[in-house]
């Protein structure tokens, strides 16, 4: 009786401890929850292993990867100490509730030794066909372009002015002061006296002929650019569709406002038609052929000595890295240039880009034309100096009037892409203009065809430039050059599909182009010319209703 009599006592006992034991638990988990529920600490009041206790009210935190438990600690310690979250430690022991960050062992990231990058094809070696492909990832690192906090390099007697520069870089982004500009440029005499860089704003052919025979006759390298109406159409003339012609020398800038001139014969004058014809006299810019197609089409000016700027920074840029496939003669934005290589952006504002350059220019548009034209010119001089720095230095660029492709050694041509992209539902077949061989035809019908009509190109590198200025553009390729080669060459539909190509598309394929690049990205046309133009081939209903859509979708001037 007795052992039971224990037993029994025993096992009361352990009932009630257990109980006690159970309450006790019960009224601590109950005094955390009454706490969490008065106390309303901070959200996301959570435990990481890596960052520690992190009070931020952002619940997917960047995940940081500190190298040691102690740089862990420290920046769990910095992210509560910015917040400034109120201490609880008065009322409950947080020992209880997380770990303490000191005695945990936190696990470091392993470091893999770093790897050599592939060693960059030589130039011998890209043109044999032997060259190491560079992966893609490396290749996408590589276009990544760090902008240098240093001045440009400065090869003409115009340099950049230090301060100027750093106070650029200081300015705020997007403010006035950030721009690169020609103001920011300096010419020191021998008795240090400093010489700004000065502009001619000429509106007349009188005043343009003086500056053109005292100023920029004797250069042997000249900026040039043109600014004109964004919704000119060519049968509004020269005045609309040439409305400013920008030169640049190293000391001058002359800004032609053709739009103002009182002339009727030879608006330009004899000097600056001698400039652009002269193939001694180089001009660079972006973009330059389809400038200069429009100096031949509405001043009969046949340019010469143009050099495009976006072949030689092609060659200077992916020469250096071995990156020759990437060689080729896709239109680089002049602001993309000029922002790698002379280290501070161009305003290109299109409240300014497309304001009326008929009428008398403001301040705001005499900076811009004027910025414009002497960046392609500094440009030019920096591109060339690191061009010859280069060990093989490869050649110049031909001049583009001549058509030629890119040299990377002299007398050896590279085979390059020059084309854009075109999407799927191109129509026409594209050749590549460094390949000595004619593409493969689509179908057996389909007659090998010469070199690209020199229209063609001018309308795609009009294209290029649209493109870059409007990032989002939705037009395809085929539909802008359609539209570009009827609107700015003046060519009909029936041969523009003939020369797209052979055998010719159809007249009504040419025309719902055009009318598509008009419909998305809202360009000028004119509606009576395209009906005249055309009602042989499509019936007034067809073409009435293709109109209708597209006015109810924008307005279309007519």
Request: charged share 25%.
């Amino acid at each position: 009786m007795t052992s039971l009599g224990s037993s029994e006592a025993a096992g009361n006992a352990l009932r009630s401890t257990s109980k006690a034991l159970r309450a006790s638990l019960a009224l601590r988990c109950w005094t955390v929850r009454n706490h969490r529920m008065t106390a309303t600490p901070p959200k996301f009041q959570l435990w990481n292993p890596k960052r520690g206790i992190s009070f931020s009210p952002i619940a997917r935190s960047p995940n940081l990867a500190p190298e040691d438990a102690r740089a862990s600690n420290e920046a769990a310690a910095a992210t509560n100490d910015v917040h400034s979250v109120p201490s609880y430690s008065n009322e409950i022991d947080d020992s209880s509730l997380y770990p303490i960050l000191e005695g945990l062992s936190l696990s470091t990231p392993k470091h893999d030794a770093p790897k050599s990058d592939p060693v960059p094809p030589t130039a011998a070696e890209a043109v044999n066909g032997n060259a190491t492909a560079i992966p893609a990832e490396k290749k996408e690192a590589s276009s990544e372009t760090n902008i240098s906090d240093d001045p440009p390099v400065s090869v003409l007697p115009f340099k950049m002015v230090d301060d100027l520069f750093y106070a650029a870089k200081k300015a705020r982004p997007g403010s006035s002061d950030s721009f690169w500009s020609y103001t920011q440029y300096r010419e020191t005499a021998q008795d240090g006296t400093q010489q700004k860089v000065k502009v001619h704003y000429c509106r007349s052919r009188h005043t343009m002929e003086r500056v053109c025979q005292e100023y920029f006759m004797g250069e042997k390298v000249l900026g040039f650019d043109l600014e004109w109406s964004s919704e000119a159409m060519k049968w509004q003339g020269v005045k609309k569709n040439v409305s400013l012609i920008q030169l640049a020398s190293p000391s001058r800038i002359g800004l032609f406002h053709v739009a103002l001139f009182t002339e009727k014969d030879d608006l330009v004058g004899p000097s600056f038609r001698a400039i652009m014809e002269d193939p001694g006299i180089t001009k660079v810019g972006v973009c330059i052929k389809g400038d200069a197609t429009r100096l031949r089409n509405f001043l009969e000016i046949d340019s010469k000595g143009l050099l495009e700027l976006s072949h030689l920074y092609k060659l200077v840029k992916y020469c250096s890295k071995g990156q020759y496939s990437e060689i080729n003669k896709k239109l680089v934005p002049l602001a993309t240039q000029v922002e790698q290589y002379l280290h501070l952006p161009l305003f290109k504002g299109q409240d300014v880009r497309s304001s009326d350059w008929t009428k008398p220019l403001n301040m705001d548009q005499v900076i811009y034309a004027a910025s414009d034209a002497y960046a392609g010119l500094q440009l030019y001089a920096t591109l060339e100096h690191h061009r010859k720095q280069l060990d093989p230095c490869p050649p110049a660029p031909h001049h583009a009037e001549r058509n030629l492709p890119i040299r990377i050694i002299d007398d050896v041509v590279l085979a390059t892409n020059d084309d854009p992209v075109v999407d799927a539902t191109e129509e026409t077949d594209l050749e590549t203009r460094a390949t000595p061989t004619p593409p493969k035809s689509r179908s057996s019908s389909r007659t090998p065809r010469g070199p690209k009509d020199s229209r063609i190109e001018i309308a795609e590198d009009r294209v290029a430039c649209y493109r870059a200025a409007h990032p989002d553009c939705r037009a395809a390729l085929s539909r802008l050059r359609a539209y570009y080669m009827w609107h700015e060459q003046g060519l009909e539909p029936q041969l523009i599909a003939k020369l797209l190509r052979d055998p010719p598309l159809k007249t009504t394929t040419v025309v719902g182009y055009i009318l598509t690049a008009v419909q998305l990205e809202k360009l000028p046309m004119d509606t009576e010319r395209l009906r005249m133009e055309v009602r042989d081939q499509i019936s007034e209903r067809v073409l009435g209703a293709k109109l209708r859509a597209i006015t109810r979708a924008v307005e279309v001037p007519n």
